[in-house]
């Protein structure tokens, strides 16, 4: 495979709209300026986005990574769907698509901004009318259908804040993401369609909420949308499941509300979102964004790296972004809704998979919707490649400019594929390196800019210090692996994790004080690429989705015949990772296909689906060390079949096991 660093590729959008015919001199020098003086360089950007009150220019920037307590644009007031949606309407774009949305079978519900901006304002209202309030958090569990985004943008737009839950979610994830944050106010619909198949969104949503009762949170209000107002089954009182007083019906509450609402004006710092993702230990955390410093990242990464001209130039542009990302994930929020929106672009949703009603699906979506600039998972792309070329082939993709990918490493074929088959050997290839608690892309190529090295996310953008970190704190040379971290704040960084700041502190500033650890390992060559090189913690990445081991073995745990489990990731040819369990039963219980089939079930009713475990391996023994520890990395190692290098084993209490655990070793099905 042809993926080295001497071998250069340079590929400039087709029509470049001129933002970045910076050429990479010019790159450089703003970069260059982005980390010597952010507040000086920020505060230009952040004058370019409307606010109720200007931010203070001596306070643009204020970072402290020790206690920590991270602020930008202090001072001033802003609304991010005010500057999604009002600002555009206001400027002559209000006829101009905002966004459109495509069903499980084709179904198109397009939206322009007045329409969108109509739309929320009277969701934001029917939320405003049943007391829902500034920094009340709101839990959005949805299908990707308007009224997800919509729904997302009424809370933002009366400071409510949104805590989208994947919808794929089990009812008991779901509760214990209402739970952390005490969230009395759900939005979900009645179902939802995906791949042709129903999903009960309403019925999961409804078992939450028993779960979430019983740990002392009351959900008191749930709004409840028909999948898309016109299709789908409809809210209904009197349906099975309907909780009268509890459950009303949005899209009649919404449809008579007034389609104007003031949006509340929101400190610089107000909560804007919570977002759970998995860490290494303990449940997921509810990653925090706030306001103003997210609204100018997501919206800056977004024009830069897709090469849109912003809100000035949305008028001439005929881009259209798709990103198949679902918004459940920070994906969807920063680039399918939030960072499209505030450039006054053209964003596509779909609702369904890749592969339904066939694999060219995604390819029928770009023709169709005359898509230029396409943002998706290497994962979807492994998937895709498995049934040829010829569902690309037969369609039309000469609208394509940019390529992307985010989520997980991509492997060189999938890189080539994509190049190749898709972009014909024409297209730039942002491969977008980037966290839920970042907020915004920090580590990608700029299309037309920067030199593309596969495998590689290249340089970082504006405002961010990479730096890769030796175990003892020493700055790895160039090459060198090691911890991959950030050297200083950037807007779009989480603030703190929603109830447990000390937590924040410790998960990410702690190991490496002075720096923010990403959880990643990383090297950085010679000409400051950076080479992203996977977790280094308990986190594993399966299909572009972070899972936490420890999550994983508490499910398993819940299973009476379980004693103990290990959890670990290892190679999938399509996931990029596939759930590896080493599973030891109490005694009596007896290894079966059925029980494996049973505690796959125990961990999809625990966590959902995504967390299937792909191999279970029954073993009585695990490798540990003397002081009790088990040692993951020869779980690895073996789960991964890899006899070579199993490093030092003598640490072990019994070392013998590793051998009889590599004979007894699970393919993943
Ligand atoms: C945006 C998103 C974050 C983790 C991250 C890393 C992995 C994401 C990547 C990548 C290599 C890329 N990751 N993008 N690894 N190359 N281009 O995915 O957020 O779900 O929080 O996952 O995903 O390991 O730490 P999130």
Redesign the pocket.
């Known amino acids: 495979m042809e993926v080295h660093s001497h071998e250069h590729r340079h590929f400039m959008p087709k029509r470049p709209h001129g933002l970045l015919g910076l050429g990479e001199a010019k790159y450089k020098e703003m970069y260059q300026e982005s980390i010597n003086d952010p507040a000086a360089f920020w505060g230009r950007i952040g004058k370019t986005y409307d606010w109720f009150k200007p931010f203070d220019d001596n306070k643009v920037a204020h970072s402290d990574f020790h206690t920590p307590d991270i602020r930008w644009f202090e001072g001033g007031q802003t609304n991010i769907s005010y500057n999604c949606l009002d600002r555009h309407v206001a400027a002559g774009l209000g006829d101009r698509p905002a966004a459109t949305f495509e069903g499980d079978e084709g179904e198109v519900f397009p939206f322009t901004y007045s329409e969108l901006l109509a739309r929320v304002s009277q969701t934001a209202n029917v939320l405003r009318d049943a007391g829902v309030s500034k920094g009340d958090r709101v839990t959005l569990c949805m299908p990707m259908i308007p009224q997800l985004m919509i729904s997302m943008l009424a809370c933002a737009r009366i400071g409510a804040v949104h805590s989208v839950v994947f919808a794929g979610f089990s009812a008991d994830a779901v509760a214990d993401r209402i739970v952390d944050a005490g969230s009395s106010i759900v939005i979900t619909a009645t179902e939802g369609v995906r791949g042709g198949k129903t999903v009960p969104i309403k019925s999961i949503v409804d078992n939450a909420i028993i779960v979430a009762e019983q740990r002392g949170v009351n959900v008191t209000r749930v709004f409840v949308t028909s999948r898309n107002g016109q299709a789908g089954v409809e809210a209904r009182e009197g349906e099975e499941g309907w909780v009268s007083g509890r459950d009303v019906n949005m899209d009649a509450l919404a449809a008579a509300a007034s389609p104007e609402c003031e949006p509340v004006a929101m400190d610089a710092e107000d909560p804007l979102f919570l977002l759970y993702?998995s860490g290494s230990t303990g449940k997921p955390k509810g990653v925090l964004h706030t306001t103003a410093g997210y609204m100018v990242y997501a919206g800056e990464t977004f024009k830069y790296i897709f090469d849109h001209p912003g809100p000035s130039g949305a008028a001439e542009c005929s881009d259209v972004h798709f990103c198949t990302a679902d918004v459940g994930?920070?994906?969807g929020h920063s680039y399918l809704t939030y960072g499209p929106l505030l450039n006054g672009a053209h964003s596509v949703a779909f609702e369904g998979v890749p592969t339904y009603p066939h694999p060219g699906r995604f390819w029928e979506i770009i023709q169709k919707h005359k898509v230029t600039t396409f943002y998706t998972a290497p994962t979807a792309l492994r998937s895709l490649m498995v049934h040829g070329d010829e569902p690309v082939l037969k369609h039309d993709l000469s609208s394509l400019r940019v390529l992307g990918?985010?989520?997980?490493?991509i492997n060189p074929e999938a890189w080539t594929w994509y190049h190749s088959v898709v972009g014909k050997k024409q297209l730039p290839i942002v491969?977008?390196?980037?966290?839920?608690e970042t907020g915004g892309v920090m580590i990608t190529p700029l299309p037309g800019v920067t030199t593309l090295m596969p495998g590689s996310?290249t340089k970082p953008f504006f405002g961010v210090k990479p730096v890769v970190l030796h175990q003892d704190g020493e700055v790895a040379e160039a090459n060198e692996a090691g911890h991959l971290t950030i050297g200083q704040a950037w807007p779009g960084m989480m603030r703190t994790i929603f109830g447990d700041h000390e937590r924040f502190r410790e998960t990410y500033f702690s190991q490496f004080p002075g720096h923010y650890t990403?959880?990643?390992g990383g090297r950085i060559d010679e000409e400051g690429n950076v080479w992203?090189m996977?977790?280094m913690d308990d986190v594993i990445?399966v299909s572009?989705?972070?899972l936490g081991t420890a999550e994983v073995e508490s499910a398993l745990g819940e299973h009476h015949d379980v004693v103990e489990s290990a959890v670990v990731g290892a190679p999938h040819a399509i996931k990029g990772e596939g759930i590896y369990c080493f599973v030891t039963l109490r005694a009596g219980a007896t290894p079966s296909d059925e029980l494996r089939a049973a505690l796959k079930q125990t961990v999809r009713k625990s966590i959902g689906p995504i967390a299937s475990p792909d191999a279970i391996h029954f073993t009585q023994e695990l490798p540990k060390t003397r002081s009790g520890k088990i040692m993951r990395r020869i779980l690895r190692k073996i789960a991964a079949g890899d006899e070579e290098e199993m490093g030092d084993t003598s640490t072990l209490a019994d070392s013998s096991v590793v051998g009889r655990l590599m004979k007894s070793r699970q393919a993943f099905a």
């Not at 990918?405 to 490493?409: A, C, K, L, S």
């Not at 491969?431 to 839920?436: E, P, S, V």
Request: no cysteine; net charge negative.
């Open positions: 993702t994930w920070i994906t990918t985010v989520g997980e490493p491969d977008t390196w980037w966290q839920t996310a990403t959880g990643d992203i996977g977790r990445n572009g989705h972070r």
